[in-house]
Structure formats: C-alpha cells, structure tokens
C-alpha cells in the first residue's frame, strides 16, 4: 500500500469506491462529450488490479479526504529503470491551485527513492499548455514531437524528468 503525505495532498491507492466518485465527478478538459460510465469504471478498476506490477494509479487526496484527481505511473520499465506519468485533476474548482505540482514532486521522490526509477517520462497534448507549463515546473525537459498521436488529433509532445 502506497500513502505519499504531502502538505495539501496525500497520493494513496484507492478503493473501487473511491475510484468511482472521482470519475463521477470528473469535468474533461477536452472532452466535453464524456458521461460516467460505471461498468467501464469498474473494468479499468479490475484492469488496474491486474496489472499493478507495471501500473500504479494513486489517487489524489485533499486534507478532507476527498479524492479530486489520480496520478499514474504507467508502463514502468524495471530492468530500464523507467516509467510514464499521467496526472488529471477532476474538477475546474481543483486545478492551477498547486496540488498537480505537489502530486508530481511526491512521485518523483517514491519512484527514485522506493522503485529505483531514473527517468519518468509523460505526453501531452501540444494544446494543453497548463500541463506543458506544469510538467516544465516539475523539472521536465521536452524531448520529442510527433506528429499526431493525441486523442484530439493534436500533435504530442513527449516530456523527460531525470531524477
């Protein structure tokens, strides 16, 4: 069990529950079509469980303990001392107030200092400036574009943290 305490946030796993009403309540920046789906909730739940040696997905946690976000570590690379990141934030009300910059910099110290990571890498969207300026902050370097590639048609844009 993972529980990373911050000063704003706490990064733990969640429960089905918990994972529940944070999609129930999840306000897609790019989106905005999206509708809650319980069943797929559940499966991504079931999938997640499944595969927690290469995927870790921690919720983020307000000081009330309200779950307003998740933070995954996806696709992570042992034996290259690897992994990705994807961080949402569900609501508008949560967002730009320093909990995404927190979330990241309580990760990055679990995943050099208990998983022995190097490098974390993470993709956005070229028209998601507010993570682009997030990730930047958090000490990532873009590295790459690709044409494409991004749910919205946009190009992505591949960022590198080095820890």
Known sequence: MVELIGKTITLRDMNQKEMRALWRKYEPIDNPKYSYN?????????????????????????KSDEVIGALTLLRIVFSEKRC??????????????????????????????????????????????????????????????????MPDGSNRLSYVCVL
């Open 38 to 62: 319980e069943e797929a909730v559940d499966a991504l739940f079931n999938k997640l469980e499944e595969k927690s040696d290469t995927i870790k997905m921690l919720g983020v946690f307000s």
């Open 84 to 149: 990705e990141l994807d961080l949402f934030l569900a609501t508008e009300a949560h967002r730009n107030k320093g909990f995404g910059t927190e979330a990241i910099n309580l990760i990055k110290k679990y995943a050099k200092n208990e998983l022995g990571l190097t490098r974390i890498y993470a993709d956005v969207s070229e028209k998601n400036l507010r993570m682009q300026a997030l990730l930047k902050k958090c000490g990532f370097l873009n590295c790459k574009a690709f044409k494409g590639g």
